[in-house]
Structures are given as C-alpha cells and as structure tokens.
C-alpha cells in the first residue's frame, strides 16, 4: 500500500511479494540516478514531454537540466524568486518507475537484494529468498525540506536515538540511530529549498552525503552507500545576503542552472493561466495586460529588481481581477460573472504589498503601479486593435453617448449606452468574442476599446469611488 494523492493506494497484485519471487523476475537493484537517466532517455525517444506543466523553459532551462539529469550529476537551481524552480523539481518523481521493490518494514526503502543498514542485513542473513517484499510509489519518493535557519544536523542526517540506548543498546552501536530526512530517502530525490538558509556548519554535514555517500553521526561513521539524488534552489541574492553556500558543497553539485522569468507574454499568459483559481471568467485580454503589467514590473527602475517580480504576482492579480467581477455579478445579478477593464482597479491598491520597492518611493507606490498598469493596457489595446479605426466609437461617445462603468453597473448597461456600430463588432472579434456571446464579454471588449481611446487622449474619464464615465 502506497500513498498517491493523498490517497492509499495497492500496488497491483501480481508483482512479487519475496525477495525469491523478486529474484527469480529479474528485478535486479538499479540506481536512482539511473532510473531517471533511462526513464529520462525514454521519454525524449518516445516525445513524452517529461515536464508537466513547467512552461516557459522550454528552451533554455530544461535542456540544461536534462544535459544534467543525463550525467547523473546533482543540481542546484538558481534564479530570483517565483520563477518555478520548486515546481520543476517536484515533477522529478514522474522520472521514477511507478513502483519500486523494498524491504518490507525497512526504515530506509531499502531494495530487498541490496540492503544496506545492519537490521536488513541481519533480516536478509535470516530469511534469505522469505524476505517480505513491499512495493513504494514514486510520489513517495521525492522528499522536500525547505531550509530554515533552526534546521539541525539532526534533521537531515540523524542523531543518537535516546529510547534506543535506554533499551540496552551501546551507544557507538549504529542501530541506535534514528535517521534524519536525506537517509530516509533513500533510493529517491531529495529537494532542499533556500539551500543558502542553512546554517554553514549544517551544511558541512551534507558534504559526506554528496561525495562519500556515507553519514557521520555523534562523532562515529556508519557506512551507508546512500542512493539519492540531491538537488537544491536558491535564490541569487541569498549568496550576499541571508547567506551563501559553502565552497565544498558547490564543489559537489554537478551542475548549477539559472532560471529566469517568462521570457515572452504568451508564456506569462499561460503560467496565469495554469496556475490562478479564478472564481470567475477572465479573457485573455486582460491577462495579457496582467502579463504585461508584471513584465513592466520587472524593468521597472523604482522595483527592487534584486528581490525580483514573482510569477505568483501575477496570479495573485489574475485572482484579484475574478474576485472583483464575481463582487460585482453579485451586485448586479448579472451572469456568469465576466472580469471586464475596470475590475483592474482593484490590483494596485491589493497587490503593492508583494512589491519591494527601491528606497526613496515611499508614499508613491500606487501611483507607479497605476502608471505601469495603465501602459499594459494601452500596450495589449495596441497589440489586439492594430490597424483598427476606433474613430467612430469615440465619435458616438463625443456625440453625447456616454458610457458608465462601475461596481454596481452590469455589462448590458455598458452595451445600451453606444448605438449599433459596425466598429464594435470588429472590437469584440479582435478580444476573442462572439457577438451572439453574453453581454459581459462583449462589454469587456467594448470597455478595452474605450480606455484605449482615454489613454490615447481620445476621450476623457471621470471617475468616482464606484462609478467610471467615458465622455467627449
């Protein structure tokens, strides 16, 4: 029984359940760092794509790390923060065979043809080909540990067992020891986050780990041949700041990659996308101005660009847009509730807090953010209303056709408030909307189009705290 998902799981019936059945199959022992390497091999052979949901690096980061994986080398990934490193790492378990033998009740997932700690060995000596086989599903064998200050060497490598030398034992005895994290995921991935937030000392310990593969706990060395793959992220400030990793340890690390921020919208669009719970409808136009706010963001000179401009930044936007449509369908009653321009209002003010801003801009912050934000809108209205005439929409509303937006104004009010023309057909088309589609889509794309037209100086805006007016 196996834990996937969360949820218990068997493993099927017909694998073998003695280390005899085991033997006679052929399920010769194999190394972890090999299992990925021929499960990595055929993947690309058979055009798997072995990374799931990790967008945007395809390109650069990935084959980096699959030069990596394939050199059977352990990696340390680099890069500002929200750039998907932890994610990329976790999809390393899909790279394990879906179930793997051990020793039934062994502490550390040992395979029951290569044990390696003294009580296997001595249960292996006794029951030879009766050894009780267990079978592990990959997920369990990627184990994380986010690195924090107070971590002890204890936590990862292990320390003397008190109840065990109160039960008898003597204390240079290796059975006295209750294993830390890295042992206990033998024959598995070992992901360590903000590896420069260890103590330097703690990391000392792991160097015996990377190289020796062997553990040293209160002063004697139990030789453990440890299979795991070790890999790590960091942050590159972290080096100067908060901490650095230890020369020896860099030294083990086979391979150090950057990752980098999504290097175009489409990409940016497609990690909102995947990654935001949206409570409600939010079209691709207006991720766009999201992505492109965020892209701004990060060639911003008053954004503390050391800290970086998170991925999560612009989820977190994505979702603050929804919310405020879903608020604003529950005011109205108009349905489904569809994010339109001017439920982007609500970022600036929500979001500032997630920004490091550079000394000198305090008190000016949402008036950067406004600027920025309204730049992504003029930017993504360009880019979709290229070589477009908007010039009867701004007519009709000079014409005294004024459109008003707000918290407590439903998308048909914004469509009854312009006459029927040709131009709005066109505007909808361009967002991506049907004209038979509800009235809250086709109001975004109208509302896009005339605040286009106000950032163009084309029509004037006058707001209050719930109402926006489009006029002459």
């Known amino acids: 029984m196996s834990s996937v998902g969360g949820v218990n799981v068997p493993a099927p019936a017909h694998l073998p359940r003695t280390a005899g059945q085991l033997r006679a199959e052929g399920y010769l022992p194999r190394g972890v760092k090999t299992e990925i390497h021929d499960n990595l091999l055929s993947a690309l052979r058979a055009g798997r794509d072995p990374w799931p949901g990790i967008l945007g690096f395809s390109g650069t980061v990935l084959p980096q790390f699959e030069r990596a994986l394939l050199a059977a080398h352990d990696v340390v990934l680099l890069g500002e923060r929200g750039q998907g490193k932890t994610r990329l790492l976790r999809t390393l378990a899909g790279l394990l065979d879906e179930w793997t033998p051990v020793i039934e009740g062994s502490e550390l997932a040992e395979h029951p043809l290569r044990p390696i700690t003294p009580a296997s060995l001595r249960r292996v000596a006794e ?6 086989v267990s079978w592990l599903h990959r997920s ?23 109840v065990k030398v109160a039960e008898g034992r003597s204390l240079g005895d290796p059975e006295t020891i209750h294993f830390g994290l890295v042992p206990r995921a033998h024959r598995g991935v070992v992901a360590i986050n903000e590896l420069p937030d260890l103590a330097e000392r703690i990391q000392v310990a792991l160097l015996n780990v990377m190289e020796e593969r062997d553990i040293q706990v209160r002063g004697y060395t139990l030789r453990l041949p440890l299979d795991v793959v070790l890999v790590a992220t960091a942050n590159p400030e972290d080096y100067t700041n908060r901490g650095r990793i230890i020369t020896p340890l860099k030294d083990r690390f086979g391979a150090e990659i950057r990752t980098h921020y999504p290097l175009d919208v489409a ?13 409600a409808e939010v079209g691709d136009p ?16 008053v954004i503390d660009q050391r800290s970086g401009v998170s991925a999560r930044f612009a989820v977190a936007a994505a979702e603050t847009v929804a919310a405020a449509a879903l608020r604003r369908s529950a005011l109205t009653g108009e349905e489904p509730a569809v994010a339109r321009p001017v439920d982007l209002d609500a970022v600036p003010v929500v979001l500032r807090g997630k920004l490091e801003f550079e000394p000198g801009e305090e008190g000016r912050e949402t008036e950067h953010l406004v600027h920025l934000l309204r730049r992504a809108v003029a930017e993504t209205a ?13 007519h009709a509303v000079a014409d005294g056709h004024l459109v008003a937006t707000g918290d407590r104004v439903p998308g048909k009010e914004v469509l009854a408030a312009l006459p029927e023309l040709p131009v709005l057909h066109e505007v909808a088309q361009r967002a991506g909307v049907g004209s038979d589609e509800p009235a809250g889509r086709l109001a975004a794309a109208v509302e896009l189009a005339l605040e286009s037209l106000y950032l163009a100086r084309r029509l004037a805006k006058d707001a209050d705290d719930d109402t926006t007016v489009y006029g002459p």
């Open 286 to 301: 207006l991720l766009e101005v999201l992505a492109r706010f965020v892209r701004n963001l990060r060639g911003s000179n």
């Open 140 to 162: 369990a064998r990627y184990t994380e540990k986010l690195a924090t200050p107070d971590t002890s060497v204890g936590d990862l490598i292990g320390d003397v067992d008190p």
């Open 267 to 279: 990409a940016e669009v497609g990690v909102v996308r995947q990654e935001a719970e949206l409570v």
């Open 127 to 132: 029951l030879g080909d009766e050894l009780p």
């Open 382 to 394: 360009r880019e979709r209303f290229a070589g477009l005439d908007l010039e009867p929409l701004s």
